[in-house]
C-alpha cells in the first residue's frame, strides 16, 4: 500500500522593506521532507519541480548536506546535465573575473565552496581562502571607507543570473546551502545613482529580484520591444570585462572602453558565443522573465513588429534594428532593468547555518551583497548545471499579446 506525500510548503516572511503586492506567489519554506528525498521518490520531486518553478525559491531550514547530495539534488532538474555552469574545468580560466570566487571541490566538481575567509580541514581540503565580492575591487566609484565602518554602508556587487553565456547554456536551477553564516549588525545598501534609494540588509545577504515583476512593472512600450528583442553576450564574457567597471548599484557597467578587445581574449569560437531572448518563458506557469545579463551584452537584435499588428504610438523600433553601440545598450538596459531593482522590489534572504535555497536561476537575478571584517568566516556550497538546453523565448501568443493591436481589429 503506497502512502500520500504531501507537501508542506509556507510563504517566507518579507521584511518591511519588500513590497508584496508583486510577491503574493514568490518564496516557499518547504516542510516535513529531506532535500534528499528528491532523488529518493519521484512524486515528491515532481512536487518540488512544479513548486520551484509556481515560486522561484524554495527554503530548506537546518539541513544537513553532503556536497554529493547537493550535486544529486539539482541534477534531476535537468536530467542530461553533467558540467557545473561554467564548466567542470573552469578553474583553468584564471583571466575570468570570476576566477578568485570559486573553488572547485575536487571530488564534486560540479560544487564550488564561496564564502568569506580561511577554512580549514573542509571536506579534504587542508586550507582554504574564500574571498567575498566587495565593490571596491570592481566598480567605478566606492563608497568611503569610514562610512563602511561607521553605518555599516555597503553595496550589490554584481546583479547576475549563473550562465557561462559561453560554451555552456544557463542552469535551470541552483541550490546555496549556508554552513556558516557571520553574525552581526545589518548593513544599508546604497545605489548611489542619484535616487537617494538606501536597503537595510541583514548581514551576507544574497539579494534577489524577480525577472516576472521586472518585466510586469515596464511601461508597455518597453514590453512590446522586450517581447522582440535578443541578446548577444561577448565571447568569454567575463574575461571581457575583467579590466571595467561596473555601476554603483551592480546592475551594468560603466562605458570607457576597458572592456578587453575580442582579438586579445583567450582563443574563442563564434559559434559558441550565446545569443538569448531578453524574455525567458517559465516552463510552468508561462510567465515571462526579464533575463538579460547587463554586463557582457554586446548587440541587441530586435524583431519588427508581426505584419498582422499595428504599432501603438510609442512602439519603439517598430521596423527591427541591430543596436551594438555599447552606450546605447547599456542606456537601453537600464532604462528596463533598474526599476526592477528598487528597495521595494528586492529580496535579501536572511541566511540561517544549515540553510538551503533553491532558487530558479532561469527566472531570478541575484547579487552578492555586504562587507566582513576578516575574522567573520561565511562558507557556502553553491552547486548548478549548464544546461541541455537553451531558455525558451516568447511564443506568438506573447507577440500578439504585447506588440500591439491586430489589424483587424482596428477600425
Not at 514568490?26 to 515560486?55: C, S, T, W
Not at 527554503?59 to 532538474?77: C, G, I
Not at 524577480?210 to 515596464?218: A, C, E, H, P, R
Amino acid at each position: 500500500m503506497s502512502t500520500r506525500v504531501t507537501l508542506d510548503l509556507d510563504p517566507i516572511p518579507f521584511p518591511p522593506s519588500l513590497n508584496p503586492t508583486h510577491f503574493q506567489q514568490f518564496g516557499r519554506e518547504v516542510k516535513g521532507i529531506h532535500p534528499r528525498d528528491l532523488v529518493k521518490n519521484l512524486f515528491i520531486f515532481q512536487m518540488i519541480e512544479k513548486a520551484l518553478y509556481e515560486h522561484d525559491l524554495l527554503l530548506f531550514r537546518n539541513v544537513d548536506l553532503t556536497p554529493e547530495e547537493q550535486y544529486s539534488l539539482v541534477k534531476p532538474f535537468d536530467s542530461s546535465a553533467e558540467q557545473y555552469g561554467h564548466g567542470n574545468d573552469h578553474e583553468k580560466s584564471t583571466k575570468t573575473i570570476l576566477h578568485s570566487y570559486l573553488n572547485t571541490l575536487p571530488r564534486v566538481p560540479q560544487v564550488q565552496v564561496i564564502g568569506h575567509g580561511t577554512v580549514y580541514n573542509h571536506e579534504g581540503i587542508p586550507a582554504l581562502t574564500l574571498k567575498h565580492g566587495h565593490h571596491k575591487t570592481f566598480h567605478k566609484t566606492m563608497i568611503p571607507s569610514e562610512d563602511e565602518e561607521k553605518f555599516g554602508a555597503t553595496r550589490f556587487f554584481r546583479w547576475h543570473m549563473d550562465a557561462a553565456l559561453y560554451k555552456f547554456d544557463p542552469p535551470k536551477v541552483t541550490a546555496l546551502y549556508g554552513l556558516r553564516v557571520p553574525e552581526g549588525p545589518p548593513q544599508v545598501v546604497r545605489y548611489d545613482d542619484g535616487s537617494g534609494d538606501e536597503l537595510p540588509v541583514p548581514l551576507g545577504t544574497t539579494a534577489f529580484i524577480s525577472g516576472k515583476v521586472m518585466f510586469d512593472i515596464l511601461p508597455r512600450k518597453w514590453k512590446s520591444f522586450a517581447v522582440r528583442a535578443r541578446a548577444r553576450y561577448a565571447p568569454h564574457p567575463f574575461e571581457w570585462i575583467q579590466g571595467a567597471r561596473a555601476v554603483s548599484t551592480g546592475f551594468g557597467i560603466v562605458s570607457e572602453g576597458l572592456e578587453t578587445p575580442f582579438e586579445q581574449l583567450s582563443e574563442w569560437e563564434a559559434e559558441k558565443r550565446k545569443t538569448y531572448p531578453f524574455l525567458w518563458k517559465n516552463p510552468v506557469t508561462g510567465s515571462l522573465h526579464l533575463q538579460v545579463h547587463p554586463m557582457t551584452i554586446t548587440d541587441i537584435f530586435v524583431d519588427p513588429l508581426p505584419p498582422s499588428m499595428v504599432a501603438e504610438v510609442q512602439a519603439l523600433y517598430p521596423e527591427g534594428g541591430h543596436i551594438n553601440d555599447l552606450q546605447d545598450i547599456r542606456k537601453i538596459l537600464s532604462e528596463m532593468q533598474r526599476p526592477g531593482i528598487a528597495p521595494q522590489l528586492v529580496y535579501p534572504h536572511p541566511w540561517k547555518e544549515k540553510d538551503l535555497v533553491l532558487f530558479h536561476n532561469r527566472g531570478l537575478v541575484h547579487s552578492v551583497v555586504g562587507l566582513f571584517k576578516e575574522d567573520q568566516i561565511r562558507l557556502f556550497h553553491q552547486c548548478n548545471l549548464a544546461s541541455s538546453d537553451a531558455p525558451r523565448g516568447p511564443d506568438q501568443v506573447d507577440l500578439e499579446a504585447w506588440c500591439g493591436r491586430d489589424r483587424e481589429q482596428v477600425p
